[in-house]
């Protein structure tokens, strides 16, 4: 499940940045662990030295990328 991928991404240590593709086509990255939070049905995201921030519903992340690594889709399939 993307939800369970995301947070085991977040708790790793050390922790390595990550991008999470949303079926937007929007990449959202993930520098920091502080500055992400998983709620029930999304992850809540926000940006550094801003007020911007977004939720990503995780029917719509399209699939989880950490450096040259590829994680599955939520259709389990590798995303190339």
Known sequence: MIRREIEELLL???FEPFFI???S???YEVRNPALAA???SAVFIAFPN????VIVPFLHV???DILNRRHRS?????KR
């Open 12 to 14: 790793q240590h050390p």
């Open 21 to 23: 593709d949303a079926t």
């Open 25 to 27: 086509g929007e990449r």
């Open 38 to 40: 998983l709620l029930k």
């Open 50 to 53: 801003s007020d911007r921030r």
């Open 62 to 64: 399209a699939s989880v």
């Open 74 to 78: 939520p259709s389990g399939k590798r």
